[in-house]
């Protein structure tokens, strides 16, 4: 074990996920997940040495009685006092913060601040940054925004096509999401074609129960599809992605739906499962299209597959060369389905699945899938726990250098 070793936290409002990892080495010592957090049926599960356990957290069922039953494991483990930082992933870091930065009175109250252009993330972060802090007392703790790397996207790519003072005034612009798994794979993809980051550009397809593309020019991201929230962009999960906005005003207008009706419409109960009326689960839906031969759920992911072609095509826009396409998280990591039928729509842009390859590359595995004279297209599997750690301990190295 290297002297540093990183406690990640990943705050959702009723989730916890953390894991005690090496920065330099990337191994992984604990890890686990807390759910159903804020109810009765809080639990936890940790993994430890190959070994799983659940356990029934108690009242007040919170993210502080999660935080400190982890500090509980890591003394049992003899790991507590090995902890050198607190890693959290912080969504929404606006304008303010394209790094990684050392949390501060200061850093808190922007992240509190953030809260309005995030309030289902931001204020939930916060909880989990103060129950660590309480655990952690002497323990540096660092904030990686998911926000971050798409603060290199021009203006051009960010602003909405609306009364440019809601930008300046309010911050309404595009910032997009998953900065640290879109970085990731461009950096691992550079590697993987043997070229300098800083000549590479890809675009990459983050597919899990949030969606999104980015178009990443010489390693810097220049577009993304998710906007001001993660509900832009493609089809995801639960989340509609794009909409006429003229649907919103039908709805509460000719349906007399609610705002709070609304937005539960479109960020839980559409998407895959809104169209599939049977799961947001992509696994239901290709085993429903596999073993009952059923049309509707066959219609349901040719319709998240064409939603997510025609955005990687339309970042050719964004792009002076295109290197290759990856594929990542657990939808692109594992379903060659969904990548089979996201490449068939994107010939003329020259790429074409290898069906061998597409199948061999699932589960964990890093690889080419498509065929030798195609523009080469990538299964990456991401590790943002792992991008948390490194960023973490270099911020903490950089700060002892000054
Ligand atoms: P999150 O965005 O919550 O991190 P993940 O990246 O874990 O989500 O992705 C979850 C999605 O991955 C689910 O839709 C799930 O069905 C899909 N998935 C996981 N394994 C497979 C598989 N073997 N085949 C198809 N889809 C899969």
Not at 20 to 25: A, G, K
Not at 125 to 142: K, R, S, Y
Not at 255 to 263: E, F, Q, S
């Amino acid at each position: 074990m290297s002297e540093q070793t990183v406690l990640v936290i990943n705050c959702g409002s009723s989730s916890l996920k953390f894991s005690l990892i090496d920065p330099d080495s990337g191994e992984e010592f604990v890890s686990g997940v807390a759910e159903r957090l804020m109810t009765e049926q809080a639990f936890i599960k940790i993994s430890h040495q190959g070994k799983k356990q659940q356990t029934a957290l108690s009242e007040p069922f919170d993210h502080q009685i999660a935080v400190n039953f982890i500090v509980g494991v890591l003394e049992q483990v003899g790991l507590a006092d090995k902890v050198s930082a607190v890693g959290h992933r912080v969504v929404h870091g606006g304008e303010s913060y394209s790094q990684p930065t050392m949390i501060t009175d200061e850093v808190k109250a922007s992240i509190a601040e953030l809260g309005k252009l995030a309030p289902l993330h931001n204020p939930v972060n916060l909880v989990g940054v103060e129950a660590a802090e309480q655990a952690f007392e002497d323990t540096p703790q660092v904030a990686v925004f998911d926000t971050a790397f798409h603060q290199t996207m021009p203006e051009k790519a960010f602003i909405y096509g609306l009364p440019y003072h809601l930008y300046k005034q309010h911050g309404i612009r595009r910032y997009g999401f998953h900065g640290t798994s879109h970085f990731f794979v461009a950096n691992q993809a550079a590697k993987a074609l043997q070229q300098p980051i800083n000549e590479t550009s890809v675009i990459t397809a983050h597919l899990g129960n949030g969606c999104s593309i980015s178009a990443i020019e010489n390693g810097k991201s220049v577009d993304t599809s998710m906007g001001l929230t993660p509900l832009e962009g493609v089809v995801m999960g639960t989340r509609s992605g794009d909409i006429d906005p003229g649907i919103v005003f039908h709805l509460i207008e000719q349906l007399n739906y609610t705002p709070d009706k609304v937005n539960s419409l479109l960020n839980k109960e559409s998407g895959l499962l809104g169209i599939s009326q049977m799961s947001n689960d992509c696994r239901t839906i290709e085993e429903a299209i596999v073993n009952d031969n059923d049309q509707h759920a066959d219609l349901t992911m040719d319709i998240f597959c064409y939603r997510i072609a025609k955005s990687i095509a339309s970042f050719m826009a964004a792009l002076s060369h295109f290197d290759a396409l990856i594929f990542t998280g657990g939808i692109g990591e594992n379903s060659n389905l969904v990548r089979s039928r996201v490449v068939r729509s994107l010939a003329l842009l020259g790429l074409t699945i290898d069906p061998q390859r597409n199948s061999d590359v699932r589960f964990g595995k890093q690889g080419l899938i498509s065929t030798d004279d195609s523009v080469k297209c990538l299964v990456i599997p991401t590790n943002e726990e792992l991008v948390i750690a490194m960023q973490s301990a270099q911020v903490i190295a950089e700060q002892a250098q000054e």
